[in-house]
Nanobody, 124 residues
Framework: QVQLVESGGGLVQAGGSLRLSCAAS????????MGWFRQAPGKERNFVAAITRSGGTRYYADSVKGRFTISRDNVKNTVYLQMDSLKPEDTAVYYC?????????????????WGQGTQVTVSS
């Protein structure tokens, strides 16, 4: 079992930045690929970014490419999402997730464990 706890959400103006963190515990963190998803009110939970176990490969949704950066620290057991040039349409609850697979992508079914989420609100 892996426990995931997100933090770093909040209210920011359009054009601003936030850095989300997701702290993992319970199993060897470096054995899991990690991802970030987001869910806006009344919408499905959508893929944002993913990173492989070693951090060597990263994947992004087209909507955030060039603005968001996913990274991980396997010593601190933490995955990060640096969000720059934020837009009102980035407003959502952001979730981190862990996968036992070597490579992960945008499908929620590829992930085994989920955090409780952190709210990000971008005002115009």
């Amino acid at each position: 079992q892996v426990q995931l706890v997100e933090s770093g959400g909040g209210l920011v103006q359009a054009g601003g930045s936030l850095r989300l963190s997701c702290a993992a515990s319970g199993r060897t963190f470096s054995n899991y690929a990690m991802g970030w998803f987001r869910q806006a009110p009344g919408k499905e939970r959508n893929f944002v970014a993913a990173i492989t176990r070693s951090g060597g490969t990263r994947y992004y949704a087209d909507s955030v490419k060039g603005r968001f950066t996913i990274s991980r620290d396997n010593v601190k057991n933490t995955v990060y999402l640096q969000m720059d040039s934020l837009k009102p349409e980035d407003t959502a609850v952001y979730y981190c997730a862990a996968s036992k697979l070597l490579r992960v992508g945008p499908s929620r079914n590829e992930y085994d464990y989920w955090g409780q989420g952190t709210q990000v609100t971008v005002s115009s």
